[in-house]
């Protein structure tokens, strides 16, 4: 199955300051997801990312807030703008190998804002 | 409406015994696969079993197995024998045509010595 690195794998920021998390991918995959999840939650899509394409968000997240972007097949980043401390969760980015049966999740980043 | 119900928050287990996690999921879609993973403190996300709708055998993969009720929508993970490195939080996940995955609340499991 695909192998992603994601960083940075934790940070602490200041709330009204942006952070951006990136997704490298060591081969082509059509499709990535990021999720978001708040302590002790489960997790949560923010968007679908399409490389060639806009990001497809879901209710209750927008693109001013989480802009994604895909520049080739195999990164993608998000960023989480104007953060408050609400923010603060571990975002994942998975990607679905076609033909693997188990979608593979980068080792996440723990963002606390302050 | 949830998609992927887990009704147990937590578990205890006595190491070496066998816990089932239940799931229950919700769907019309005729092709769906189902998944559980296993999320320690660390925070990643590991693969443990996958089920396709028209599988008609239950998926094993080492110590784990599903219980795959296709009638009554569930899907429950078996762990056997339980270890200390088992206590961890487990999510139930179903993927439907649009490729993406819904997940369950989760289960957290403590392995008891």
């Known amino acids: 199955s695909a192998v992603i690195s994601q960083k940075p794998s934790r940070d602490i920021c200041q709330r009204g300051t942006s952070l951006t998390i990136q997704c490298q991918v060591d081969s082509q995959v059509t499709m990535m997801f990021w999720y978001r999840q708040q302590p002790g939650q489960s997790l949560t899509l923010i968007a679908t990312?399409?490389?060639?394409?806009?990001?497809?968000?879901e209710s209750g997240f927008v693109i001013d807030k989480f802009p994604i972007s895909r520049p080739n097949l195999t990164f993608s980043t998000l960023t989480v703008s104007n953060m408050s401390p609400e923010d603060s969760s571990i975002y994942l980015c998975s990607v679905d190998r076609q033909g693997a049966r188990g979608y593979t999740f980068g080792s996440g980043t723990r963002l606390t804002v302050v | 409406a949830q998609k992927i119900t887990q009704t147990q928050p937590g578990m205890f287990v006595q190491e070496k015994e066998a816990v089932t996690l239940d799931c229950t999921y919700d769907?019309?879609?005729?092709?769906?696969?189902l998944f559980w993973y296993k999320q320690p403190s660390s925070g990643e996300m590991i693969f443990l079993i996958y089920q396709g709708s028209y599988d008609e055998q239950n998926a094993t993969e080492g110590r784990y197995s599903l219980n795959f009720q296709k009638a009554r929508k569930s899907a429950n993970l078996v762990i056997s024998a339980s270890q200390l490195g088992d206590s961890a939080m487990y999510f139930c996940?179903?993927?439907?045509?649009?490729?993406?995955?819904?997940f369950g609340a989760g289960t957290t499991v403590t392995v008891r010595a």
């Open positions: 769907t019309s879609d005729q092709s769906y696969g």
């Open positions: 990312a399409n490389q060639g394409s806009e990001a497809t968000y």
């Open positions: 996940a179903m993927r439907e045509d649009d490729y993406k995955l819904s």
